[in-house]
């Protein structure tokens, strides 16, 4: 999607990212990597 700067996000977006991002700072969630979100994920949708 980066490479196609012609597609708009949905108006819900950024506010989600900014409410994650404040959670985050905040000490109320952590970052995670890649491999670590794909599984949960695959467990959540068995």
């Given at each position: 999607?980066?490479?196609?700067?012609?597609?708009?996000s949905p108006e819900w977006?950024?506010?989600v990212l900014?409410?994650?991002?404040q959670e985050r700072?905040?000490?109320k969630?952590?970052?995670?990597d890649w491999?670590?979100?794909k599984?949960?994920?695959c467990?959540?949708?068995k």
């Amino acid at each position: 999607l980066c490479q196609h700067s012609s597609l708009d996000s949905p108006e819900w977006h950024e506010s989600v990212l900014a409410s994650r991002e404040q959670e985050r700072i905040a000490g109320k969630q952590q970052a995670m990597d890649w491999d670590t979100a794909k599984e949960q994920i695959c467990q959540k949708i068995k």
